[in-house]
């Protein structure tokens, strides 16, 4: 697979990104304990990536890019998720809802950003999946894709926030050694939910019910809280670092949608409609997911925002 134009522009918008987000935590109170969590996701992620890569009938395979890790995982996949995860955590951190809601707010965030991308990166070949052709997909993505995403960020997440919560004495020794430890319980939460649950519910009420099921409960469980949700933090430079993320791959992906021609008729929409169509239903979907991630990621400056309308309305 050539290394084509697209490829070069999400790589180095990632390694940017990447960049930003270790300065971000570099210059915060508790960076020792933010920049050991982000090597920990690098070891989760990364192995995770391998494992599924690798293994008997692997599901996907990655295509070429510039630098590319051992097992034919290029670098930005996993420096990606880092940044993904840190911009997640840090939001849900500022809204400051109950511990234990957070990872799910962690997993959804995430998951939102990987439903736009997705199908601009398969029909672009980034990556490639290894699917039966009866597989149930979602723009040539399997169902499965986007409960795994969310199983795999919830998993780290909540292993990360308990432990910081069991262990609460150890300074420096603590801040470094739970998120490098976080990454095997995760590990087994991860594989226990997919393989324990996920996958007797595939066969049990199919893969459609399945993610609507994951989803919606997921959905549900924040939503209650959403009324305790802080929205007063300040619109600042900071924060600006941390929307970047999700407004550089949102934007990227729409740009993407149009520059490289994907709507106007793709391998795309199976489920939609038949394979070949043209699929103008990507024109709507992905500006709305990309709307909602946003605000998403906006709650926390929710007051600023709109007292800035507000102002500009009134003036």
């Not at 430079?237 to 793709?266: E, F, K, N």
């Given at each position: 697979?050539?290394?084509?134009?697209?490829?070069?522009?999400?790589?180095?918008?990632t390694y940017?990104l990447?960049?930003?987000?270790?300065?971000?935590?570099a210059?915060?109170?508790?960076?020792?304990?933010l920049?050991?969590?982000t090597?920990?996701?690098?070891?989760?992620c990364?192995?995770?990536?391998?494992?599924?890569?690798?293994?008997?009938?692997?599901t996907?395979?990655y295509?070429?890019?510039l630098?590319?890790?051992?097992?034919?995982?290029?670098?930005?996949?996993t420096?990606?998720?880092?940044?993904?995860?840190y911009?997640?955590m840090?939001?849900?951190?500022?809204?400051?809802?109950?511990?234990?809601?957070?990872?799910?707010?962690?997993?959804?965030?995430?998951a939102?950003?990987?439903?736009?991308?997705?199908p601009?990166?398969v029909?672009?070949?980034f990556?490639?999946?290894?699917?039966a052709?009866d597989t149930?997909v979602?723009?040539?993505?399997?169902?499965?894709n986007?409960?795994g995403w969310?199983?795999?960020?919830?998993?780290?997440?909540?292993?990360v926030r308990?432990?910081?919560?069991l262990?609460?004495?150890?300074?420096?020794?603590?801040?470094?050694?739970?998120?490098?430890?976080?990454a095997?319980?995760?590990?087994a939460?991860?594989?226990?939910?997919?393989?324990?649950?996920?996958?007797?519910m595939?066969?049990w009420?199919?893969?459609t019910?399945?993610?609507?099921?994951?989803?919606?409960?997921?959905?549900l469980?924040?939503i209650?809280?959403v009324p305790?949700?802080r929205?007063?933090?300040?619109?600042?430079?900071?924060?600006?670092?941390?929307?970047s993320?999700?407004l550089?791959?949102?934007?990227?992906?729409?740009l993407l949608l149009?520059?490289?021609?994907?709507?106007?008729?793709?391998?795309?929409?199976h489920?939609i409609?038949?394979?070949?169509?043209?699929?103008?239903?990507?024109?709507?979907?992905m500006p709305?997911?990309?709307?909602?991630?946003?605000?998403?990621?906006?709650?926390?400056?929710?007051?600023?925002?709109l007292?800035?309308?507000?102002?500009?309305?009134?003036?």
């Amino acid at each position: 697979m050539e290394i084509t134009l697209s490829k070069l522009i999400i790589e180095f918008l990632t390694y940017v990104l990447f960049a930003l987000t270790l300065y971000h935590e570099a210059t915060r109170e508790n960076s020792r304990q933010l920049l050991a969590t982000t090597a920990g996701v690098l070891i989760f992620c990364y192995v995770v990536d391998y494992l599924f890569t690798h293994s008997g009938g692997s599901t996907y395979t990655y295509g070429q890019f510039l630098v590319m890790l051992p097992g034919g995982i290029p670098l930005w996949i996993t420096l990606g998720w880092s940044v993904l995860f840190y911009a997640a955590m840090t939001t849900s951190d500022l809204l400051e809802g109950p511990w234990g809601i957070r990872p799910v707010v962690d997993a959804l965030l995430v998951a939102n950003i990987d439903w736009n991308m997705d199908p601009i990166a398969v029909a672009l070949d980034f990556w490639t999946w290894n699917t039966a052709p009866d597989t149930n997909v979602f723009f040539d993505i399997p169902y499965r894709n986007f409960t795994g995403w969310l199983i795999i960020v919830f998993s780290f997440s909540l292993m990360v926030r308990l432990g910081y919560r069991l262990f609460r004495g150890g300074g420096s020794v603590r801040d470094i050694l739970v998120p490098l430890a976080a990454a095997l319980p995760a590990f087994a939460l991860t594989y226990g939910i997919v393989y324990r649950v996920f996958h007797p519910m595939y066969a049990w009420i199919g893969e459609t019910l399945t993610i609507t099921a994951v989803f919606g409960a997921a959905f549900l469980a924040v939503i209650i809280f959403v009324p305790l949700f802080r929205k007063d933090h300040r619109l600042d430079c900071r924060a600006w670092m941390i929307l970047s993320v999700p407004l550089c791959y949102h934007g990227l992906a729409m740009l993407l949608l149009y520059a490289d021609g994907i709507y106007q008729g793709t391998r795309m929409c199976h489920w939609i409609c038949r394979p070949g169509w043209s699929s103008p239903i990507l024109v709507v979907y992905m500006p709305l997911c990309a709307l909602f991630g946003m605000v998403c990621f906006i709650w926390p400056y929710l007051d600023e925002v709109l007292s800035y309308k507000i102002r500009r309305f009134t003036r």
